[in-house]
């Protein structure tokens, strides 16, 4: 275990105990050790980054540091004297404060109503003006601009991510946790907060950052901590770091990130005609704004199409317009050479349309279901399946077979719920399930949210066979070295609009940044301008 | 060697089974202290219901025409809750069909014949137009099902008093409140159990089928479990969500029709008995299965017939009710403890 040697931050003084020190940490679930035997020490003016594929037991490990989980074994030792916390309110009395992935914030409320939800220091009678001047106040005095009055359903996420952290810290946090906090934001945004993070623990505080974004961690920590299988498996100052190194820690082994988008020797050669072609498409939601503006796109046969952007800048929209569960307001889809601008998600399936959806738990899967009703969705109404109008449970589980062995996923009893799969198995199911009745195109929106490494890896592959076997895919992706190493062209999202589709050789990472802010491909100077 | 208690995501259907199982012998043993403790003799009372209801053959055909109704309400609310809605409305279908029917009986001529499947239909019928507003206020404006369902049930209610003592009053004056005895009986089928009992089993077994065996029951399975699903796949959530609450309302006015046509034989207010309320908690014990309706039915008649039997051993009415409440109260705590077993494990190694 390495003290912090080498970090550049000024070390506490002799004789200061960590501000959190855990030691023997065990939690165990149904079938599964969460956490077992796990030290941590987090020293005033650090940041510590917590490391690990899912599943390594991060989150278990903070969640008991904030009072969320009892431990089933070990010690929370904070500032020097033993804690234990019987729920986050305690935790955040004693200064420990966490943000989540998913913000907790009342969406209906304004700023300073959800800084001041649940607040023993809010007073019990205050007019909405003097709560959003108490919150301006703070607002400056932590140096993390927000806007009192405006509602939080009108803010971006990075303003949200804002407000959640000022949430914490106006309770006088020590320790602030954020779980995965770039995931949602644009690189500048994720600049500020890693500037606001330098200046809280410059004032003799900590932060813990769990993340499998292994750059950002060496950019951003003092030191990192590994957690695999949920038991510590090191914690070493950054300086001593590099990306192989922590990323073999994490999965047990050497991982190679390589280029995908070589071509195997059998491999069918890109199309010349396009498999899905859109024409001027604009979609409006409900009130009339137009959520994807005047795309025009085509996807050629055997060829990866990444999408890059911002999440909410029309990913969603995209991925449902080009599997047919969205219609366009206007504008045309060519699919194979046939017009199907009418046609719904069912006729799209048909037509050999795969789709990997954002969520798969709320909308590829119905959870509370059996494996087997899950697997035959998008073949149960054909032979062997279904014939005629009848419905054949025996086929239905031999097919769940099939697909359940080769996405190698263990199924030990095919009518239990799909819920009770993780979620990386999950993944695979659905994606190997999409597989086989994409044709045509797969259509695969963050197809690695919340997957580890190695499950990320096996995705990749399938995406490359089938790529290989002449399907056109697009993958929508936050993570631009995944979107490098697999696709043959990167179109940017950007408030609806592509802003420009680049070759992915000798494309620019930085460039594609600047897009991804809202600027347009044509303007390679000025673009080249702003970086300098 | 460490105890612990896990939750499972899903209990084995034979834990749930037997959780039932003790969650139903407890309910009763907790009924019994308490009539032990209001100074009644429980086994006493108990050897008296099991007698009376098991030891002659006219118990048991009591017993048979409770379960008719309890059958086809439970079935009616299990099978809107394939789609994912609750209808709390059997009652008032239930009122819907059984008027429908008594109308057609009583300003139709004909024979029996042709009568019968008559008036069989127009219990449907009645039935479906009963839910058909909540049912297109649910698919196009979204309005909670459990709302207007319920709301419905007292319209239902009043309109058949008002009908039974107003316009449609037995001519013949012979009972109070009530219509004239119908032309047309549904045939026996065994002792007084007329034949509306193997036509509610037939039709919980057919809609079973149809929800296991047919592309239709495969798409509202999962429409009915993630609309969100439904839509990814393509599938018409909204006409799947009318045709079964439609369905589930003919099948709430089909039972109805044979209580009135079978059982009482004319139309008076308070003819159902309760049944479609009582339908919400077959439902429940049956975990939602069409199936399971039939042996949820047939404890609920059960208990109704005990009642009726207390009733005679000066025990008040509302012990029974209590009863039906400690069950469900009971079976709720079962299902729950269903999901948890204790584990043994190995201290943690270091």
Same mark, same amino acid.
């Given at each position: 275990m390495a003290m912090p040697e080498v970090t550049a931050r000024p070390?506490?003084?002799?004789?200061?105990?960590?501000?959190?020190?855990?030691? #023997?940490?065990?939690?165990?679930?149904?079938?599964?050790?969460?956490?077992?035997?796990?030290?941590?020490?987090?020293?005033?003016?650090?940041?510590?980054?917590?490391?690990?594929?899912?599943?390594?037991?991060?989150?278990?490990? /903070?969640?008991?540091?904030?009072?969320?989980?009892?431990?089933? *074994?070990?010690?929370?030792?904070?500032?020097?004297?033993?804690?234990?916390?019987?729920?986050?309110?305690?935790?955040?009395?004693?200064?420990?404060?966490?943000?989540?992935?998913?913000?907790?914030?009342?969406?209906?409320?304004?700023?300073?109503?959800?800084? +001041?939800?649940?607040?023993?220091?809010?007073?019990?009678?205050?007019?909405?003006?003097?709560?959003?001047?108490?919150?301006?106040?703070?607002?400056?005095?932590?140096?993390? *601009?927000?806007?009192?009055?405006?509602?939080?359903?009108?803010?971006?996420?990075?303003?949200?991510?804002?407000?959640?952290?000022?949430?914490?810290?106006?309770?006088?946090?020590?320790?602030?946790?954020?779980?995965?906090?770039?995931?949602?934001?644009?690189?500048?945004?994720?600049?500020?907060?890693?500037?606001?993070?330098?200046?809280?623990?410059?004032?003799?505080?900590?932060?813990?950052?769990?993340?499998?974004?292994?750059?950002?961690?060496?950019?951003?920590?003092?030191?990192?901590?590994?957690?695999?299988?949920?038991?510590?498996?090191?914690?070493?100052?950054?300086?001593?770091?590099?990306?192989?190194?922590? *990323?073999?820690?994490?999965?047990? +082994?050497?991982?190679?990130?390589?280029?995908?988008?070589?071509?195997?020797?059998?491999?069918?050669?890109?199309?010349?005609?396009?498999?899905?072609?859109?024409?001027?498409?604009?979609?409006?939601? @409900?009130? @009339? +704004?137009?959520?994807?503006?005047?795309?025009?796109?085509?996807?050629? @046969?055997?060829?990866?199409?990444?999408?890059?952007?911002?999440a909410g800048n029309g990913q969603k929209e995209l991925s449902e317009l080009?599997?047919? /569960?969205?219609?366009?307001?206007?504008?045309?889809? /060519?699919? #194979?050479?046939?017009?199907?601008? *009418?046609?719904?998600?069912?006729?799209?399936?048909?037509?050999?349309?795969? +789709?990997?959806?954002?969520?798969?738990?709320?909308?590829?899967?119905?959870?509370?279901?059996?494996?087997?009703?899950?697997?035959?969705?998008?073949?149960?109404?054909?032979?062997?399946?279904?014939?005629?109008p009848w419905y054949r449970p025996r086929a239905a589980a031999a097919l769940a077979r099939k697909i359940a062995e080769a996405a190698s996923v263990m199924v030990p009893n095919y009518s239990m719920p799909i819920r009770n799969l993780s979620g990386g198995n999950q993944q695979r199911f659905v994606a190997r399930r999409e597989m086989r009745i994409a044709t045509k195109l797969l259509v695969a929106a963050y197809p690695s949210r919340g997957l580890d490494v190695g499950a990320i890896n096996t995705m990749m592959r399938y995406f490359v066979e089938l790529r290989d076997a002449g399907v056109g895919i697009v993958v929508i992706s936050e993570e631009l070295e995944e979107l490098f190493n697999l696709s043959d062209r990167i179109a940017v999202m950007f408030h609806g609009e592509i802003m420009g589709i680049v070759d992915t050789a000798g494309a620019d990472i930085e460039r594609i940044g600047l897009m991804m802010g809202g600027q347009r491909a044509t303007s390679p100077a000025r673009a080249a301008a702003m970086v300098h | 060697m460490a105890i612990r208690v896990q939750r499972l995501p899903s209990a084995s259907p034979a834990i749930a089974l037997a959780a039932r199982a003790i969650a139903i012998l407890l309910a009763l043993v907790t009924a019994g202290l308490l009539l032990a403790a209001g100074g009644a003799q429980p086994l006493k009372l108990a050897q008296q219901v099991l007698k009376s209801t098991f030891g002659s053959g006219f118990g048991l055909e009591d017993v048979g025409l409770l379960v008719t109704p309890l059958i086809l309400t439970g079935l009616s609310v299990a099978v809107a809750l394939r789609i994912g809605a609750w209808n709390i409305g059997a009652e008032g279908q239930f009122y819907a069909g059984a008027f429908a029917a008594t109308g057609v009986a009583l300003f139709i001529p004909g024979p029996a014949i042709v009568m019968l499947p008559l008036m069989f239909v127009a219990g449907a019928l009645g039935g479906l137009v009963w839910i058909l507003v909540p049912t297109l206020a649910r698919a196009y404006a979204d309005v909670s099902e459990l709302i207007t369902t319920l709301l419905l049930n007292f319209v239902a209610t009043l309109l058949v008093y008002y009908v039974a003592t107003g316009p449609w009053l037995d001519p013949g004056g012979h009972a109070l409140g009530t219509t004239a005895r119908l032309k047309h009986d549904i045939p026996e089928f065994i002792g007084m159990v007329h034949w509306g009992f193997p036509i509610a089993m037939l039709l919980a077994v057919i809609t079973a089928a149809a929800f296991s065996f047919t592309r239709w029951g495969y798409e509202v399975r999962i429409a009915g479990s993630n609309p969100q699903a439904a839509k990814y796949a393509g599938m018409p959530f909204r006409r799947h969500l009318i045709v079964v609450m439609l369905l589930s309302g003919a099948i709430a006015g089909i039972a109805g029709m044979l209580e009135v046509a079978g059982t009482v034989h004319r139309l008076q207010g308070g003819i159902s008995n309760n049944f479609g309320y009582l339908g919400i908690m077959v439902a429940v014990l049956a975990r939602g299965s069409c199936i399971g309706v039939i042996a949820g039915a047939a404890l609920m008649a059960v208990i109704l017939n005990s009642g009726i039997i207390l009733q005679t051993q000066g025990v008040n009415t509302s012990t029974v009710l209590a009863i039906t409440g400690l069950i469900l109260f009971f079976t709720a705590i079962g299902d729950e403890l269903a999901h948890f077993r204790i584990v043994s494990s190995k201290p943690a190694e270091a």
């Open positions: 070390r506490p003084a002799p004789g200061t105990p960590p501000l959190v020190q855990l030691r #023997g940490i065990a939690k165990y679930f149904p079938g599964v050790v969460a956490n077992q035997d796990v030290d941590l020490e987090v020293w005033p003016g650090e940041i510590h980054a917590l490391l690990g594929e899912n599943g390594a037991g991060k989150s278990t490990l /903070m969640n008991i540091l904030t009072g969320i989980y009892q431990p089933d *074994a070990g010690e929370i030792i904070i500032d020097g004297y033993l804690k234990s916390f019987a729920s986050p309110v305690e935790a955040i009395a004693a200064g420990i404060g966490m943000v989540h992935q998913h913000f907790k914030l009342v969406r209906a409320f304004t700023v300073a109503e959800n800084i +001041h939800l649940g607040w023993s220091e809010t007073p019990r009678r205050i007019s909405p003006q003097e709560l959003e001047a108490r919150t301006a106040q703070l607002s400056a005095s932590l140096n993390l *601009a927000v806007r009192p009055g405006a509602r939080v359903d009108e803010l971006s996420t990075g303003e949200q991510q804002r407000v959640e952290i000022l949430r914490v810290l106006a309770r006088k946090a020590r320790v602030l946790i954020l779980d995965e906090p770039t995931a949602v934001l644009t690189p500048s945004e994720a600049r500020e907060l890693f500037k606001a993070l330098k200046e809280f623990v410059a004032r003799g505080n900590a932060v813990i950052f769990i993340s499998h974004k292994l750059d950002e961690v060496l950019e951003i920590s003092d030191r990192i901590t590994v957690l695999r299988g949920g038991h510590k498996v090191a914690t070493e100052p950054t300086s001593a770091c590099s990306e192989t190194m922590l *990323a073999k820690l994490m999965v047990g +082994h050497e991982i190679v990130l390589d280029d995908l988008r070589a071509r195997g020797p059998n491999a069918v050669a890109r199309s010349n005609e396009p498999v899905v072609g859109l024409r001027e498409v604009t979609v409006r939601d @409900g009130s @009339g +704004h137009a959520v994807l503006n005047n795309i025009s796109l085509d996807i050629a @046969g055997g060829e990866i199409l990444g999408i890059a952007g911002v080009l599997t047919g /569960m969205r219609v366009a307001s206007s504008g045309q889809i /060519m699919l #194979g050479g046939r017009d199907v601008s *009418a046609s719904g998600a069912a006729d799209f399936a048909d037509f050999g349309v795969g +789709h990997i959806p954002e969520d798969r738990l709320r909308s590829g899967l119905a959870p509370a279901l059996s494996v087997t009703d899950n697997a035959v969705i998008r073949e149960y109404d054909r032979p062997p399946v279904s014939l005629g | -």
